[in-house]
């Protein structure tokens, strides 16, 4: 028997053919979608998971170190569908640039930080805010944000930062949607929502 664990938000996907050895389902939004594989005879039962993301068209898949600048640029036209999904966790050395309306999706566990040698420029507007989510639409579902640049430039504006928290956002460091270490950050207009621990943390 074949069963959705759990769903993106705003799927409708269904199983086909549930109970057979070959089983297939069309994503209908893009994320995560948990698969749960139960099978039983006459010995007992036993399960097991998977997890399969879905990648809507267009969506750029981004992780690793970057020393020279990052620029975010807003790359698809629907305005609900990801630019980037971010499939592991994301260092910034240099100056990373988030363009009004970029939305990023966060795949489980992993975290976004800006260095003590980079900058953050991550400036929407009111009618194009960015926003940063997690892949699935679950409290605690990645792991954050960290700046640790006590640049003067250093800004967020109409940033929404939501569904993070998945653990420590470092080593002694508290459950965040975003984590200022050492340093500095200018925030007007934004907002930290589902997190599983604070919205906002700032250390020295």
């Known amino acids: ?67 020279d600048d990052l620029h975010l640029m807003n790359i698809v036209e629907d305005p609900d569908v990801p630019d980037y999904l971010v499939t592991g966790d994301i260092t910034v050395s240099a100056r990373l640039i988030i363009d009004p309306g ?15 040698n980079g900058v953050l420029d991550a400036v929407g507007t009111e009618d194009e805010p960015i926003i940063i989510t997690g892949s699935s639409a679950l409290p605690g579902y990645w792991r954050g944000f960290l700046i640790e640049s006590n640049n003067l430039e250093n800004e967020i504006n109409h940033l929404h930062i939501s569904h993070a928290g998945s653990s420590t956002i470092s080593s002694g460091r508290p459950r965040t949607g975003m984590h200022v270490e050492s340093g500095r950050l200018n925030i007007s207009n934004s907002s930290f929502t589902n997190i599983d621990g604070y919205g906002l943390t700032v250390r020295s």
Request: charged fraction near 10%; hydrophobic fraction near 45%.
């Open 102 to 116: 970029v939305r990023i999706a966060v795949m489980s566990g992993n975290r976004i930080r800006v260095t003590s």
């Open 1 to 67: 028997l074949w069963s959705f664990a759990a769903l993106p938000a705003g799927s409708n996907a269904t199983i086909n053919n549930a109970s057979s050895a070959t089983a297939t389902f069309t994503p209908d939004v893009a994320g995560d979608y948990l698969i749960n594989l139960t099978i039983s005879n006459s010995l007992g039962e036993s399960s097991d998971g998977l997890m399969v993301t879905a990648t809507a068209a267009g969506t750029m898949e981004i992780s690793g170190n970057y020393s």
